[in-house]
């Protein structure tokens, strides 16, 4: 059982910075990979970036990019979320997730296994 604790969320205004931390317990030898989603009121929780544990390797999607930036430290145990230049439609609940065996597609939110409680994150214009 993989525990995952987020934590960093706020109120930012408009061009400002946010990082997000996520801890991970209990079996973090495990992980294949840990993600970012989030999710805004109406709509799907929507991938925003993952990291391959064992690499580094990272994938962020097209409307963060140049903005958010993943990484980890393993000796922590802890993947981070910088959010620089943030806009009001980055407004979400931020989700820390994690993937075991990576067999689906890094995108899909119903191949990760392990999630947290969410941080909320709003930014103001």
Known sequence: QVQLVE???GLVQAEGSLR???VASGGTFRLYRMGWFRQA???EREFVAALRWSTAFTYVVDSVK???TISRD?????VYL??????????AV???AADLDG???VARPDGYDYWGQGTQVTVSS
């Open 66 to 68: 140049g903005r958010f």
């Open 74 to 78: 393993t000796a922590k145990s802890t």
């Open 7 to 9: 934590s960093g969320g």
């Open 20 to 22: 997000l931390s996520c």
């Open 94 to 96: 931020y989700y820390c």
């Open 103 to 105: 067999t689906l597609g």
């Open 82 to 91: 910088q959010m620089n230049s943030l806009k009001p439609e980055d407004t």
């Open 41 to 43: 009121p109406g709509k």
